[in-house]
């Protein structure tokens, strides 16, 4: 009978100590707050090399490259290494490469927040988060890559799209200045037809029909509003709403047919043509600065009446399949790009200007500190639209840019085909 009380005795202590255990495990769980994922650590002691997939060329390229050799001199033991491919190319490959839990750099960049948001979906993206302070840069980016409440691009190098180019000095040879209201814009352009010296009075620049889309948006921004542009990029607004086609049947279809414009040009043989005179004005992104013999000699306007512009930046993102040895360094490099590197960026003519509200204005290029102003002070940029879309309508939105430079009169076709294949408003 002793020896059953003392099992007993026993059997109630060890029955305590896993109750004991168990509540001590729970509290644990329940008490101690979850880890901070993406938190910046110090630089490492030993020599790491990473590799940033980049698109850029040119001044953009040498104004990346500054920004990169100073933090490499601040940080002697990391080593950054280019993969350079365009974000087409990327968009080509990553994702197989993704599914098959590599990557081809450890920092990768592309315009295109749609595509950021796809990876993230599939659960192939770090999230960003806790990177930095976002409150601290120009508004709306991260939104655009936010997914489940969670940033997963870091939103680098502001650029305005588009600009109207010219150069000053044909401008002072025929004794022409910027407009400022749309009567000066049409008679600016009559006047530039009448010069023998140019084939047209404004070309339009192609790649994939990218930089005729820009000119349409433009014009939507202008004659329309910033909020417009904001709801057809949103699918709130339907582009056969009558309100957008006066836009197209009342003013640009009107310029176009009136012979103002070239037919879409491959877009560094158009640069080339437009600076050598054979055009009065190029309408591009403010990226032109970095390509330009003599950037002194530019002068741009925007479509009189506008109250805002395309602000469009690229994104910085991670993949999840980092190695967790690399993404300390990884994440203080991006955490220095963000902030000091776009200031350093900033301040040649690479066309850009920080996203970063606390940049020292004195420090950019001074033709930008007007615009630099303008973003962090609440003027209106909105998203590329069709970088923010993406997908086929992309492609779509893109071929019927092109072809209203050279076949107005299907416009009414292209706002139906637009309405009809958008995400949000499909059928």
Not at 312 to 341: C, H, I, M, Q, R
């Amino acid at each position: 009978m002793a020896e059953t009380a003392k099992s007993r005795k026993y059997l109630y202590i060890a029955v305590a100590v896993v109750i004991i255990a168990i509540i001590g495990i729970a509290l644990y769980y329940f008490l101690t707050p979850p880890p901070t994922p993406t938190q910046p650590t110090a630089p490492p002691t030993q020599k790491v090399k990473i590799r940033v997939q980049i698109g850029w060329s040119g001044k953009e390229l040498e104004a990346f490259d500054l920004a990169v050799k100073e933090y490499m001199k601040k940080n002697p033991n990391v080593e950054i290494e280019y993969v350079i491919m365009r974000a087409e190319d990327l968009a080509a490959v990553l994702p197989a490469q993704l599914e098959a839990r590599t990557y081809p750099a450890e920092i990768m960049v592309t315009p295109w927040s749609w595509f950021i948001v796809e990876q993230a979906k599939k659960g192939h993206l770090e999230d960003l988060s806790n990177l930095l302070p976002w409150n601290d840069f120009v508004p709306g980016y991260t939104d655009l890559v936010t997914y489940n409440g969670k940033i997963y691009g870091v939103p680098f190098g502001l650029y305005f799209k588009p600009l109207w180019w010219y150069r000053k000095s044909v401008f002072q040879k025929y004794g022409l200045s910027e407009p400022k209201t749309w009567d000066e814009f049409v008679a600016l352009l009559d006047k530039l037809k009448t010069i023998p010296q140019f084939k047209k009075p404004v070309v339009i620049g192609d790649t994939l029909g990218w930089p005729a889309s820009d000119v349409v948006e433009g014009f939507i921004i202008a004659l329309g509003s910033p909020d417009m542009h904001a709801a057809l990029t949103k699918g709130t607004l339907r582009f056969n709403d009558p309100g957008v086609q006066a836009i197209f049947r009342d003013k640009l279809v009107p310029l176009i047919k009136a012979g103002y414009f070239s037919e879409p040009v491959e877009w560094t043989s158009a640069h080339e043509l437009w600076w050598n005179g054979e055009y009065a004005v190029y309408p591009l992104g403010s990226f032109l600065a970095s390509m330009v013999k003599d950037p002194e000699d530019l002068g741009a306007f925007v479509v009189p009446g506008s109250t805002g512009l395309i602000g469009n930046v690229d994104f910085f993102f991670v993949s999840k399949y980092v190695p967790d040895d690399l993404k300390p360094v990884v994440y203080d490099f991006l955490k220095w790009l963000a902030t000091e590197g776009q200031v350093i960026m900033a301040s040649i003519p690479s066309g850009r200007v920080p996203t970063w509200k606390k940049a020292d204005v004195n420090r950019i290029y001074a033709p930008f500190r007007d615009l630099y102003q303008k973003a962090v002070t609440g003027y209106k940029f909105v998203p590329d639209m069709d970088d923010t879309v993406g997908g086929d309508w992309q492609r779509l939105f893109w071929e019927y840019c092109k072809v209203l430079f050279t076949s107005p009169d299907r416009w009414s076709e292209m706002l139906t085909e637009l309405t009809r294949q958008h995400p949000a408003t499909k059928g």
